[in-house]
Each structure stands twice: as C-alpha cells, then as structure tokens.
C-alpha cells in the first residue's frame, strides 16, 4: 500500500495542479516555502513549530493535519471539488449528508465537513477549522454562491472566524 501522501500526492495533488502541497508524515519530508507556527509572548511572536530546517520534529500527526500547502494551491484544491475532481458528485451527493447520532438524531458533521443545510435539507455551504502548533484556519464554502473563503493564520493568538465573518457579509 502507499501512504497518505504518496496516496494524496498521486490521486490529489499532481492531478489539480497543486505545486507546493506535501503531507508531513516523515522527519525527512520537504515542505515549499513553509510558514511558520507562532506564538504571541507580550508583544511579541516566536516561531514554535515548522519542518525542516527550521525545527526537528519527532511528532507526526497526520491526516487530521500536517497537509502543508501554498494559498495559490488550495485554489486548485477548491475549484477540483467544485468540477467534482477530488470527489465525484455521486460521491458527494451521498455522503456530504448529516451524520446521525447512536441515539438516531442528526449532527452537522460529514465526511470532514461541518455542514449547513435549508430546512429541506439541501445542503448550503460546509466548512472547517482547524488549529494546531501555532496555527488557525478557517475554511467556508458557500455552495449557493459558489464563494470559499480561507483564512490561513500562522499565529496561534488569531481568529480565522472572525475574519471570514465580516468578509462573508460584504
């Protein structure tokens, strides 16, 4: 079998163009141009995790994070799920749906997505949050639009959310 980035690389990646995108699920592994995770300390920011060769890191999380790529790439990443290239719309369709509960009620949560629905349960936009090592993003997908916002923070004392909010209203 392949691992998740050599999976990732070949199915993902190189088949929408992304340049920079790497998953960091080895010591060795080569992250583009990386930012780096910060830290407010008073009135300051110091860089507290990144890859080689700024910090050696032994820990790897991976699939729920450490997926590093540039803003350019998460473009192509956006637009492939739109023309139904990461997923199909089949796929989709079955699967980006509210989770059910043991008790048999309903979450908002699916396939990695916290999702949004009208009352008829047409799904309207799905978005994500993520935090980590000096890290926040935020990622909204408004499907009705067909408008995604990202906010990328490499400051841990930063809230994505409220940047996509105001920016969301205009």
Not at 143 to 152: D, G, N, P, Q
Request: charged fraction near 25%; glycine fraction near 12%; proline fraction near 5%.
């Amino acid at each position: 079998g392949k691992s998740l980035g050599a999976f990732l690389k070949a199915e993902v990646f190189d088949k929408l163009g992304m340049k920079t995108a790497a998953v960091f699920e080895r010591p060795d592994t080569v992250i583009k141009q990386p930012a780096l995770g910060h830290v407010r300390e008073g009135d300051e920011f110091r860089a507290i995790w990144g890859p080689k060769p700024f910090f050696e890191q032994t820990m790897m999380s991976v699939g729920d994070g450490n997926i590093w790529m540039s803003a350019r790439d998460l473009m192509h990443w956006d637009a492939g799920w739109r023309r139904g290239e990461v997923l199909r719309p089949e796929t989709m369709a079955k699967w980006l749906v509210p989770s059910k509960t043991r008790d048999g009620g309903d979450n908002n949560y699916s396939f990695g997505w916290v999702l949004a629905a009208d009352d008829g349960g047409k799904l309207l936009s799905m978005g994500h949050g993520g935090a980590g090592a000096g890290f926040l993003t935020e990622i909204d997908r408004n499907l009705a639009s067909r408008r995604t916002l990202i906010v990328l923070c490499n400051s841990g004392s930063t809230d994505p959310a409220r940047i996509i909010g105001p920016i969301d209203r205009l």
